[in-house]
């Protein structure tokens, strides 16, 4: 299903996503500087990239959008991860293509 809806951010909306996306970076930071376990100082470094992209999208209108189909990733989504950048259909779609390896 296909959402038709716009997402289109006021300013004011805009500094409300960059915000918490700034939030969220500073707290992976943190989790990197104080965690012993490489393995999730690796996790939330791809955490870090993630949400910088993210950012990067922001500034450039594209926040919201799949990377993969253009599509309007679903509100629900995107507030269970703001920094969200595939659709729920694609998510998937590249999940069962790693779980094949
Ligand atoms: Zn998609």
């Known amino acids: 299903m296909k959402s038709r809806d716009r997402l289109s951010l006021t300013?004011?909306?805009k500094a409300e996503v960059k915000k918490r996306l700034e939030e969220k970076r500073a707290h992976k930071i943190e989790i990197i500087l104080n965690e012993k376990s490489s393995h999730i100082k690796i996790h939330s470094w791809d955490d870090v990239r993630r949400?910088?992209?993210a950012i990067r999208r922001l500034d450039r209108g594209m926040y919201g959008r799949c990377i993969?189909?253009?599509a309007y990733i679903e509100g629900e989504r995107l507030k269970f991860?703001?920094?969200a950048e595939r659709c729920a259909?694609?998510?998937e779609h590249i999940e069962s293509l790693e779980r094949r390896h």
């Open 81 to 83: 991860m703001i920094e």
């Open 89 to 91: 259909s694609c998510h």
């Open 11 to 13: 300013e004011k909306q």
């Open 68 to 70: 993969e189909c253009r």
């Open 51 to 53: 949400i910088d992209r």
